[in-house]
């Protein structure tokens, strides 16, 4: 990468990052490109030299946070896939600490993305995230049980409207527990043992 290509990506995650600082505390479709080019420290020209309009930005922002959360993955992806295909079922469950320490190490590092995401869900498309989660770990436990494809979306919903809450209640903390205590409130929530973890 040159110079010229290593400033204009440094101006360009500057503006990604004022973006997500904007949206933490507006919806997106209060933010003006004034708002974003005075937090990033950058003019107008230079902004219009990166995108046409606020939603290119936004479609950028994404891609970064999408490439950023996958990266978490990559270190684990293959001993998580190993583990769900290779565990007798019995010691399969769908909510592992295994599968969460990423994911919660992820939020952690990335709090103000995630402020973001649920304060504008459908502007940070939060619902991507998931996905990948999904595509990640359930789906592949979903197939080890051979759970019937239509019932998926419900199973779905069920973990991640239950893991969401539990993150916004972290984030509203600003994540002061311990990653390794919110994975075991998780794993105790979805699978009670006789054995208090947390």
Not at 13 to 27: P, R, Y
Request: charged share 25%; proline share 3%; hydrophobic share 40%.
């Amino acid at each position: 990468m040159n110079k010229s290509e290593s400033k204009y990506w440094r101006t360009a995650l500057l503006m990604d990052e004022a973006l997500i600082s904007l949206l933490e505390v507006k919806g997106f479709e209060y933010i003006t490109v004034k708002e974003i080019c005075e937090k990033a420290g950058v003019n107008r020209s230079t902004f219009y030299l990166h995108y046409e309009t606020i939603a290119d930005l936004v479609d950028e922002t994404l891609e970064f946070i999408t490439k950023r959360f996958l990266s978490y993955f990559e270190q684990s992806e293959n001993t998580l896939s190993g583990k769900i295909s290779s565990s007798e079922l019995s010691e399969l469950v769908f909510i592992k600490k295994d599968y969460l320490l990423p994911y919660l190490q992820f939020v952690f590092d990335n709090k103000n993305i995630y402020r973001a995401a649920f304060h504008n869900p459908n502007g940070m498309q939060i619902h991507k995230q998931y996905k990948l989660l999904q595509d990640y770990i359930l789906e592949p436990i979903f197939e080890r049980f051979e759970i019937p494809n239509e019932y998926h979306k419900y199973f779905v919903a069920y973990y991640i409207e239950g893991i969401s809450a539990i993150i916004k209640e972290w984030l509203n903390t600003n994540c002061s527990e311990p990653i390794d205590t919110i994975a075991a409130v998780i794993e105790e929530c979805v699978r009670p043992t006789d054995k208090q973890k947390i």
